[in-house]
């Protein structure tokens, strides 16, 4: 079992920056890929960003140039900053790690809000 805890979330306003941060309770090496997804009401979870254990990243259209991930291995920690949010940004965000087993674990979300 891995224990995904994510923060960070919060209210910000539009053209604002917040950063989330996911931590895993097993070694980063141990893992496959790690993962920002995301849910706003009334529609299904969407991929955000994801980042490897080779450090490849993948961004949805709808945010590349604006979050950005990353990882620091000592920490089993992946970060997604994001900057220049914008009301559709909205949602809860949730982490997923992808085990080199290819098991799945998910943390339990994190509210962003962008409002005026």
């Known amino acids: 079992q891995v224990r995904v805890v994510e923060s960070g979330g919060g209210l910000v306003q539009p053209g604002g920056s917040l950063r989330l941060s996911c931590a895993a309770s097993r070694s980063i090496f141990s893992i496959f890929a790690m993962g920002w997804y995301r849910q706003a009401p009334g529609k299904e979870r969407e991929m955000v960003a994801t980042?490897?254990?080779?450090?490849?990243?993948n961004y949805a259209d709808s945010v590349k140039g604006r979050f950005t991930i990353s990882r620091d291995n000592a920490k089993n920690t992946v970060y997604l900053q994001m900057n220049s949010l914008k009301p559709e940004d909205t949602a809860v965000y949730y982490c997923?790690?992808?085990?080199?087993?290819?098991?799945?674990?998910w943390g339990q979300g994190t509210q962003v809000t962008v409002s005026s």
């Open positions: 980042i490897t254990s080779g450090d490849i990243t």
């Open positions: 997923k790690v992808t085990m080199l087993s290819n098991d799945n674990y």
